[in-house]
T-cell receptor, first 114, second 112 residues
Framework: NAGVTQTPKFRVLKTGQSMTLLCAQD?????MYWYRQDPGMGLRLIHY???????AKGEVPDGYNVSRLKKQNFLLGLESAAPSQTSVYFC?????????????FGEGSWLTVV | KNEVEQSPQNLTAQEGEFITINCSYS?????LHWLQQHPGGGIVSLFM???GKKKHGRLIATINIQEKHSSLHITASHPRDSAVYIC??????????????FGKGTKLSVKP
């Protein structure tokens, strides 16, 4: 049971390039989330999904797009990377409302935009 | 002002010491999560609380809803407990699933 898997783990991008981060979970969870973690700040929600085919904006959605075509996968896209998007990205999932269940995180994806 | 505040920001302890990390919040919540993040690594859920107290091994988490405060205690601390401990609250408004608010974390270092 792999839990939540993120790929890639490390990536260096040039400004203006695009890329996609993949999050996969094997726990049949309905809810999936993408967060970014920056020094001196708490984790901030980028986008989330409450089920296959649904997505919603979080606190810091600008510059990112997401898709949830399959229940087990949640993709985070950077359309035109900017240095401000240099961060550590975490995917998470839970099988019900956050107030009733454990949240599972991936190992993180370190992204540097130069 | 941040909606979730943790104290202390940094904590150094000697092996064997009893450790307390505090979390205060200013919003109505339906639950609170304590998370652990090891250096360079992923984030692991330790506890999810909506009331009272939970214990798992050497870790104890308590919450006082009226005082809007939670504590994470580590008994008989060990160097492997060195990590960042993060408090996160689930705001109790509406039906949004995106309403998890994180503290900035407490960095714990336990010396042998």
């Amino acid at each position: 049971n792999a839990g939540v898997t993120q790929t890639p783990k490390f990536r260096v991008l040039k400004t203006g390039q695009s890329m996609t981060l993949l999050c996969a979970q094997d726990m049949n969870h309905e809810y999936m989330y993408w967060y970014r973690q920056d020094p001196g700040m708490g984790l901030r929600l980028i986008h989330y999904s409450v089920g296959e085919g649904t997505t919603a904006k979080g606190e810091v959605p600008d510059g990112y797009n997401v898709s949830r075509l399959k229940k087990q996968n949640f993709l985070l896209g950077l359309e035109s990377a900017a240095p401000s998007q240099t961060s550590v990205y975490f995917c998470a999932s839970t099988d019900d409302r956050l107030s009733g269940n454990t949240i599972y995180f991936g190992e993180g994806s370190w992204l540097t935009v130069v | 002002k941040n909606e979730v505040e943790q104290s202390p920001q940094n904590l150094t302890a000697q092996e064997g010491e009893f450790i307390t990390i505090n979390c205060s919040y200013s919003v109505g919540i339906s639950a609170l999560h304590w998370l652990q993040q090891h250096p360079g690594g992923g984030i692991v859920s330790l506890f999810m609380l909506s009331s009272g107290k939970k214990k798992h091994g050497r870790l104890i988490a308590t919450i006082n809803i009226q005082e809007k405060h939670s504590s994470l205690h580590i008994t008989a601390s060990h160097p492997r407990d060195s990590a960042v401990y993060i408090c996160a609250v689930v705001k109790s408004y509406g039906g949004s699933q995106g309403n998890l608010i994180f503290g900035k974390g407490t960095k714990l270092s336990v010396k042998p």
